[in-house]
């Protein structure tokens, strides 16, 4: 495999994270900024956590097109970004092409990030054969952390191309001859990862750990299982493994749903996987910042002046607009999509939807007005932060926001629908679930929930996150959802095609698409 990801970027990347760990920044200050394994000395065990940083610094590094490329698809968002990119368009309309840079570069940041974090499992491994006491646990709490990390970036990558390469280990030649895994394996490895890696993780809230706060847990690793057994239609496992979470009694819904998605949503108890920012809250010198510009819009007047634009891509669908509308699900409407005049107009071109609500508007709840631009009608307000949230100084779009890739309402959400479907459940029934995700956001309570009210609850909730709503939508064969405004859907569009690049280097047979 072409790994184009070396691990010395990755420690670029973790000197950034390290400032904030005094012990991580003057060991690196000792070598240099530089971590080879020929520096290391493995009887100091107490340096174990630097590797495992990296892998979180790879994990957290995801390129600008990872989220765009695994999200695009449903019918909750568009690709947006009109005359730039057309491939990316073409993707949203499920015309493929395999030479697309997008999914060659999708394809080699989530297997470099693998073999990243499997260099770290095994320097981590070179450490525990010298450690003693307490120091041993320590060493399998982070061999543990790095097969959660693995196995989520795993889960994208099926996901998005089905049979895909299992890598353990950094001998990648051996694991390429082992061939391609079907999806169904993949999620099962992924499924026994989890259960590997749970009885050596801390028993806490991401939040709640001091060594590396915001780091997996336990629960990440339940959460990972459950997505995993969610796409083999294993209901009773989802139920089991979000039955725990949920009867541990540790995670609550943040309650303010606008707010989670920004600045005071950060390490927030509902979170249970983020990928972590800042800018040290500093007006100048190190930064470490996801790029959110992509989201933000190309033409604004937001209400700290200097604050920059964006791109204009994915773009809330009118569909999901209409569909909110028709709900009076006002919170989670004017928190996931940002309006511009031309979009408020083509809502209003529908008889149905000529008379708004006043909450519908181009000035968000912080100020913020978003002007016509030609690449797209909306943005995606869960991945805008409000200008007068920048730090003084900063000004590039999103700086210092997280990104949230797995929540507490997800969870209940998978728990209610593997109940409706004739699971057996511990504490909590979907009615109960469901009305607490919809209680946040001044939704009426529901009774005797059925499998639909879930998954529409779902797409309420859950919308622009992590291509939620499209895999949903291709794992219950609802191809009638995903035909929308002009698109038709079939079973052979459920795939990306393998690139051509790895197709040129690698063994694989391009699929059926």
């Known amino acids: 495999m072409k790994n184009l990801r070396k691990l010395s970027k990755s420690l670029v990347l973790l000197l950034v994270i390290c400032i904030s760990l005094s012990s991580c920044n003057d060991k690196l200050e000792e070598n240099d900024g530089q971590l080879a394994s020929s520096d290391l000395d493995f009887t100091q065990t107490d340096d174990m956590i630097l590797p495992l940083i990296g892998s979180y610094a790879v994990t957290y590094s995801r390129g600008w097109e990872d989220p765009l490329l695994i999200g695009v698809r449903g019918d909750d968002v568009n690709a947006g970004g009109l005359g730039d990119q057309p491939l990316f368009a073409e993707t949203d309309l499920f015309n493929y092409d395999n030479g697309f840079w997008m999914y060659n570069q999708v394809w080699e940041n989530f297997y470099g990030d693998i073999l990243d974090i499997n260099n770290t499992r095994e320097t981590i491994e070179q450490y525990k054969e010298f450690a003693t006491g307490d120091d041993i646990a320590l060493a399998d709490q982070y061999i543990a952390e790095t097969m959660v990390l693995s196995g989520f970036q795993h889960l994208q990558m099926s996901k998005l191309w089905g049979d895909i390469f299992i890598i353990t280990s950094t001998n990648v030649q051996e694991e390429l001859d082992n061939g391609v895994f079907t999806k169904m394996e993949v999620m099962q490895y992924i499924s026994d990862l989890m259960d590997e ?41 989802v139920a089991d493994a979000t039955g725990e979470i949920i009867n541990s009694n540790k995670f609550m819904l943040y309650p303010d749903f ?6 005071p949503g950060k390490l927030s108890n509902e979170n249970i996987f983020e990928l972590q920012f800042s800018d040290f809250n500093s007006d100048s010198g190190p930064v470490s910042n996801h790029l959110y510009a992509p989201f933000g ?27 909110m509308l028709d709900r009076g699900d006002q919170i989670r409407l004017v928190t996931s999509v940002n309006f511009t005049p031309r979009g408020i107009d083509e809502i ?54 997280n990104f949230i890739v797995i929540r507490y309402a997800e969870i209940l959400l998978m728990y209610a629908e593997a ?44 919308a622009m996150e992590w291509g939620i709503r499209y895999f949903d939508m291709i794992r219950l064969n609802e191809y009638n959802e995903l035909s929308y405004e002009g698109r038709t859907f079939t079973a052979q569009d459920e795939l990306l095609p393998y690139p051509q690049e790895q197709l040129d280097l690698l063994p694989l047979e391009d699929q059926d698409n």
């Open 258 to 263: 606008y707010e989670l998605f920004k600045k």
């Open 197 to 237: 890696a749970i009885p050596f993780l801390p028993d806490v809230r991401p939040n709640e750990r001091t060594d590396v706060p915001g780091g997996v847990t336990k629960y990440t690793a339940l959460a990972v299982k459950a997505m995993a057994n969610l796409e083999m239609e294993k209901y009773q496992e």
């Open 419 to 462: 109940l409706t479907r004739g699971v057996s459940g511990s504490g909590l029934t979907a009615d109960q679930a469901v009305n607490m995700v919809r209680s946040r956001v001044n939704m009426p309570a529901l009774s005797n929930v059925t499998t639909q009210d879930v998954i529409d609850e779902k797409f309420a909730e859950l």
């Open 348 to 401: 209003m071109m529908d008889p149905e939807y000529s008379t708004l609500p006043s909450y519908i508007t181009n000035v968000t709840l912080d100020g913020d007005v978003f002007n016509d631009y030609p690449r797209a009608m909306f943005g995606s307000g869960k991945h805008y932060l409000p200008s007068n949230q920048l730090t003084p100084g900063r000004n590039s779009y999103g700086s210092g926001k």
């Open 297 to 323: 819009p190309s033409s604004w007047d937001p209400l700290v002046e200097t604050a920059s634009g964006g791109w204009g891509f994915y773009e809330p669908s009118l569909k999901y607009i209409k569909f």
